[in-house]
Structures are given as C-alpha cells and as structure tokens.
C-alpha cells in the first residue's frame, strides 16, 4: 500500500489508506513495518476499507507524535478528523495492545468495537524487557540489513533465532511441522521488520485503565504464545467482562498461522460484521 504522511499538531504521522466499505484501524506491533502484512491485507476484499498508521518512531511516523498511548491516540484523531472518518473498527497485534486499550477507553465515540490479536494487555514486567534477547538486542536498527542477509543464506537458523522467543514449544520441532505456506508467512514477517528503538519505548509503555472499556472487545490469544503468554487473555477478560476471549490452537505468538488459521480468520470476519447496540438500534 502506498503510504501518507500527514503534518499533525505533534509532527508527522505515516498512514495507508485503502478499500472501500467500513474502516477498519490497524495497529501493528513491534518491529513491523509498512510492509509487514500478517494477513490483515485480505480485509480489503472482504468489503472493509484497512487504514493502518505506523506508531511513533516506525516508518516515518515522528517520535514526537506520542510519547505515550495515549499522547498517540490523539494524533490518531487528528488522521482519522483528516480523511473524515467518524468512527472504526480497531484492530491492535502485539505490542500495540495498550495504544488500542488507550483508543478505546479514551475515545468510544470514535471506536466501534476493538480486537486484540496476541497483543498486550498487562504492562511489560523487568523479566520480560531482559529476555527480549534476539528482537530487542540483537535486532538494532544497524544490524537488520544483516538480519535479512542473513535470512537469505541461513533462513533456518534466523528464523529459529525468532521462534524461540515466540513459542513454548521445541523451536526445532516447530519448524519442522510448519507447512510452506507457514514457513514463507515466518520469512516474509522477517524479511520485513525492522526500528528497534520505538520497540524498546513499547517495552516501557503503561496500560489504560481497562475498565473504561465499554465497546465490544474480541480478544484472540494462544496458550502456547511465548511472546505474550496466556495472562494477557485472562487479565482482559477479568477487568473487561463482557469481552470474549477466542482461544487459537496455535503453536506460537504467531496466531494467524497454523492449523486453525481459516477459523480465526472467520472468527474475526464475524466479530466485525456484527452490529454495534448503536447499529442494532437504528437498524
């Protein structure tokens, strides 16, 4: 997708905007890029229109546009107050986790309903930020050229470096089961991360508070999710009572392969076809 760059009150923000239909917001996690695209493309031709916006210090998208989630929600208003969007369906992967709470819970006018894929619920904790050893120390913004060199002569070996920090399983015995597809999905991810330093800054970021959350809320984690355990599903649905958890039987933080990959993806399609109270009521 071609992107845009649009001045704000805070700086620049990057965004993309394509499709046609009801908006859907998407807020990638950490190290993705304009160009990592985790399946969320395909929307487009479900009848959605997909706005992704690059967070602060990824892409083009200056530091200075939030220092904080809920700084950077505010410069998402300003995007979607720009293409005269009045409200959207907010999906958050990963690490974004607490700028989709923060959008939700700061402005329901403006968010329909809010899914949150394998993303962070609960504030990064010291154990978590020291074992980030390959994605958070190896990986700095000087050393990607060479990660994806690297990609290219070892895959294996890169991307055994990355599975060991997203699964709970043996790495070796992941790899090894993972049909093609999956494997080409793993080294296209790859191949297109990059920006450790506003990944470090995700490390540090506070969570809203969850109980202002009054949209509907799908939550879709796995168990076997090394990278964002398990917690983060229970926790949400704790302090979000009448959001609903969708328990994927992945192998990994990477949820949207594997061999339920078709029943997220249609567990997804029917979360956001169905109508909000607002909608129901006029409808």
């Known amino acids: 997708m071609s992107a845009t760059l649009l001045d704000t009150s805070k700086g620049i923000v990057e965004f993309s905007y394509k499709g046609i239909g009801p908006t859907i917001l998407l807020l990638k996690g950490g190290h993705s890029t304009r160009e990592t695209d985790l399946s969320h493309s395909s929307l487009i031709y479900e009848g959605y229109s997909l ?72 504030s990064w904790d010291e154990q978590k930020t020291s074992t980030s050893s390959f994605l958070h120390t190896f990986a700095k ?35 090894n089961e993972l049909s093609p597809n999956d494997r080409r999905f793993i080294y296209d991810m790859i191949l297109t991360l990059n920006s450790s330093r506003p990944s470090y800054r ?53 949820i949207w392969i594997g061999k339920d990959a078709q029943e997220l993806w249609n567990k997804r399609l029917n979360f956001l076809a169905q109508p909000t109270k607002e909608e129901a009521r006029h409808g």
Request: glycine fraction near 4%.
């Open 141 to 175: 913004e000087r050393s990607w050229g060479g990660i994806h060199t690297m990609l290219k002569v070892f895959p294996d070996f890169v991307m055994k470096q990355v599975l060991k920090e997203l699964t709970t399983e043996n790495v070796e015995d992941y790899l």
């Open 51 to 122: 706005l992704s916006i690059s967070r602060p210090g990824y892409d083009c998208t200056d530091l200075s546009t939030g220092a904080t989630p809920s700084e950077f929600s505010n410069s998402i208003i300003e995007v979607l107050d720009h293409l005269s969007i009045e409200s959207v369906r907010v999906i958050a992967v990963s690490d974004a986790g607490p700028l989709g709470i923060s959008l939700a819970a700061h402005y329901p006018d403006r968010v329909e309903k809010l899914m949150m894929e394998a993303a962070v619920v609960s």
């Open 202 to 254: 995700d490390l540090s970021y506070t969570v809203s508070d969850l109980s202002k959350i009054k949209v509907p809320v799908l939550g879709m984690y796995a168990q076997k999710d090394k990278w964002i355990s398990y917690t983060n599903a229970l926790l949400l649905k704790s302090k979000v009572p009448h959001s609903e958890i969708y328990e994927s039987h992945a192998d990994s933080h990477l």
